[in-house]
């Protein structure tokens, strides 16, 4: 199943992606090939390959994780993309500190070990990125002081 | 009598004190990320290349720095694999083989030393074979001409896909994914921006370092929040480690046909140093007389993977210096590497920086030895590495990549395209769709493409100046061959397995 539904999205992927590229305005310079051909070309491909992954698929089927995991899987993802917007405007220390300790939390439900964790990351890494390494990194925010 | 002129004036370069002084801390560095469970040379080096950038470097001290932690990851992996059963990348996978049921007997530090000697024997004459292979190669490049490489680059596709991958849908999926996003920003010859969906971020193309990263190191912390760690804490204990001067004799014969072997393997373009180990391991294995003992603790199945792995580490560089296309996913983010720093590889590199190239050849030659001194008297200080646990582990790569995405582009857009390849890493992982292809299609799609242009430019649209020449012709049988015949050759060869642990399991069930 997992196979059959991957390759029809990889399908419709090559499929989209090959009308995108029809949209793709040329230059000026003569050129045989233009700039929409190879695009094109990897589309077509990819969307062929989908098809024969969907006609004929791997078997076993991968185990796919219980709700739990995938409640864990998704808070990761929402810590990592928070810590990307984070970690300009919040500075290093803080947003590295609970990223990292809710991520060691996900892999190992130990309260007391993840915060430990994230305080000892983001402290640890701090100081190695900037003054052993030299990074223009920002413990915190100039207007918290 | 040039190429030992060429030796010494790299030796000049790698002998100053900075750059001496990079090599051996990249040769530390290295074993220590190749002994954590979990990272392997390809992540490894992943989360490291982008930080490399932050210093003050000049390309060469950069290339030899890289190039030390790779080495080095290549024998640090063989300490997780001995002790833990735990292969850092792919080919490690087949020292667990013999080196774990060695470590259970108690012989682990046997199997180390062992497979340290083994690593060595393998890595310098993989050297010594790239220093007197890679200038005769580069001069052959000079008869690639845009057809040829066009060839060439599907070669590495269809032998990636064809040998690496168990299945060749799923490889050549990965392979146009990667030239899919590779063809994302601004049209070289047109000046046009292409399938940017308007955003002005992507006009200048998706960073392969963001997808590296990506692909390599944040997937892995989904891998391993969905296994919970678990299966990792379980391994051996190490006790007094000797020297078997008996052993190591008695493994001379396997060490140089692995050697051999794997230095082959790893210059195929694409197929690199899993093949090289499983190659060598399967080879010895069929070789030697009494093979009964083999995935039971031989030592022999402990020193041909990892004399086979670390030649094909040597031999993948090959490829990669004179014709930029690179043998396995480590060389591939060197190739990154070199790319960023505006080191175009291929013939031209030999004729106009040598500096680099000896350079690099040279601080190999010294890192080999340096990582001789770490990996068997000093092997006990790695062995320490073993027990970080993966709660902390994790998280650190997770935010070291960050750093370092953050560090190249101080922009929150590549932080968040990195996490999205970092899921995506994890879903394709979970339906094996192999990553590497993806990665070498983000890196030589431009140049695939370009080629592909030139040679009808050239030709004026005739298709069949893409099968001109017998270089090319040759090329491209290789390629086809190299795709379709592991398909009938997997019937014949079979994959062994790794080794499980019924303790481990009893463990993972209580844990």
């Known amino acids: 199943m997992t196979d059959r539904l991957f390759g029809l999205v990889a399908l419709f992927t090559g499929l989209i992606y090959v009308y995108a590229a029809t949209g793709i305005q040329s230059g000026f310079l003569p050129d045989p090939v233009g700039s929409r051909t190879f695009p094109m070309l990897v589309g077509g491909v990819g969307a062929l390959c989908g098809l024969l992954i969907a006609l004929k698929p791997d078997r076993p089927e991968p185990v796919w994780p219980g709700a739990r995991t995938l409640l864990s899987l998704a808070v990761a993802c929402v810590v990592l993309v928070g810590y990307a917007y984070a970690?300009?405007?919040?500075?290093?220390?803080?947003?590295?500190?609970?990223?990292?300790?809710?991520?060691?939390?996900?892999?190992?439900?130990?309260?007391?070990?993840?915060?430990?964790?994230?305080?000892?990351?983001?402290?640890g890494l701090f100081v190695l990125f900037k003054y052993v390494l030299g990074l223009g990194l920002i413990a915190v925010p100039r207007d918290w002081l | 009598m040039e190429t030992l002129s060429l030796l010494a004036s790299g030796f000049e370069v790698a002998l100053t004190p900075t750059t001496l002084m990079l090599a051996v801390a990249g040769c530390i560095i290295g074993t220590m990320v190749g002994a954590l469970p979990g990272l392997g040379p390809s992540n490894g080096v992943a989360i490291l290349v982008p930080l490399a950038f932050s210093f003050d470097l000049d390309a060469t001290e950069a290339l030899i720095l890289m190039t030390s932690v790779y080495y080095g990851a290549m024998y640090g992996g063989r300490i997780s694999s001995i002790l833990l059963n735990i292969p850092g990348d792919e080919p490690a996978l087949m020292t667990t083989l013999d080196g774990y049921p060695m470590a259970k007997a108690g012989r682990g530090g046997e199997a180390l030393v062992l497979s340290g000697?083994?690593?060595?024997?393998?890595?310098?004459?993989?050297?010594?074979?790239?220093?007197?292979?890679?200038?005769?190669l580069s001069r052959v490049a000079y008869l690639f001409g845009p057809a040829e490489y066009f060839a060439l680059y599907l070669l590495a596709f269809s032998t990636l896909g064809g040998i690496a991958s168990d299945n060749q849908r799923k490889a050549a999926l990965a392979a146009c994914i990667g030239l899919g996003i590779a063809m994302i920003g601004v049209d070289n010859s047109s000046g046009m921006p292409r399938l940017t969906?308007?955003?002005?971020?992507?006009?200048?193309?998706?960073?392969?370092?963001?997808?590296i990263v990506g692909l390599f190191a944040v997937s892995e912390v989904f891998v391993f929040i969905e296994s919970h760690g678990k299966n990792t804490a379980i391994g051996v204990k190490l006790e007094k480690i000797v020297i078997p001067f008996k052993v190591i004799g008695?493994?001379?014969?396997?060490?140089?046909?692995?050697?051999?072997?794997?230095?082959?393997?790893?210059?195929?373009?694409?197929?690199?140093?899993?093949?090289?180990?499983?190659l060598a391991y399967t080879g010895e294995k069929a070789m030697v007389k009494d093979s009964s003992m083999f995935g039971k603790g031989d030592p022999r199945g402990v020193a041909a993977p990892e004399a086979g792995n670390n030649a094909a580490a040597g031999g993948a560089l090959v490829p990669m210096l004179t014709l930029g296309v690179p043998g396995s996913g480590t060389t591939a983010v060197l190739l990154a590497l070199l790319l960023t720093l505006n080191i175009t590889p291929g013939p031209q590199l030999f004729a106009e920086r040598p500096e680099v190239v000896w350079g690099l050849i040279a601080a190999l030659l010294i890192a080999n030895f340096v990582l001789l001194v770490l990996n068997v008297p000093m092997v006990r200080l790695f062995v320490k590495v073993l027990s970080v646990p993966p709660g902390v582990l994790l998280p650190g790569v997770c935010m070291v990549s960050f750093v370092g995405i953050y560090s190249l582009s101080s922009s929150h857009v590549d932080m968040l395209l990195?996490?999205?390849?970092?899921?995506?890493g994890y879903l394709l992982r979970k339906i094996n769709v192999p990553t590497v292809p993806i990665i070498l299609g983000i890196l030589l799609g431009n140049a695939?493409?370009?080629?592909?242009?030139?040679?009808?430019?050239?030709?004026?649209?005739?298709?069949?100046?893409?099968?001109?020449?017998?270089?090319?012709i040759g090329l491209w049988i290789a390629a086809v061959t190299g795709f379709i015949a592991p398909v009938f050759l997997r019937r014949f060869i079979k994959q062994p397995k790794p080794h499980v642990d019924e303790q481990m399991d009893v463990d993972r069930l209580t844990d």
């Not at chain 1, 919040?90 to 991520?103: D, M, Q, R, S, Y």
């Not at chain 1, 007391?112 to 402290?123: E, I, K, Y």
């Not at chain 2, 969906?197 to 997808?211: C, I, P, R, S």
């Not at chain 2, 298709?463 to 017998?470: E, G, P």
Request: with cysteine; hydrophobic share 55%.
């Open chain 2, 418 to 424: 990195m996490v999205a390849f970092g899921v995506l």
């Open chain 2, 448 to 472: 695939m493409e370009d080629n592909l242009r030139q040679a009808m430019t050239l030709s004026g649209g005739e298709w069949q100046f893409l099968f001109s020449t017998k270089i090319a």
């Open chain 2, 197 to 211: 969906g308007g955003h002005l971020h992507l006009m200048d193309g998706v960073d392969f370092l963001v997808a």
């Open chain 2, 250 to 278: 008695r493994c001379t014969g396997t060490m140089l046909r692995s050697t051999g072997i794997g230095f082959v393997a790893g210059i195929l373009p694409g197929a690199g140093a899993s093949l090289g180990s499983f």
């Open chain 2, 117 to 136: 000697v083994a690593s060595f024997v393998g890595a310098l004459l993989a050297t010594i074979g790239l220093m007197l292979l890679a200038p005769v």
């Open chain 1, 87 to 123: 970690l300009k405007p919040l500075g290093f220390l803080l947003p590295t500190a609970i990223a990292a300790g809710v991520l060691s939390y996900q892999i190992r439900p130990k309260p007391q070990a993840a915060l430990l964790t994230g305080l000892g990351l983001s402290g």
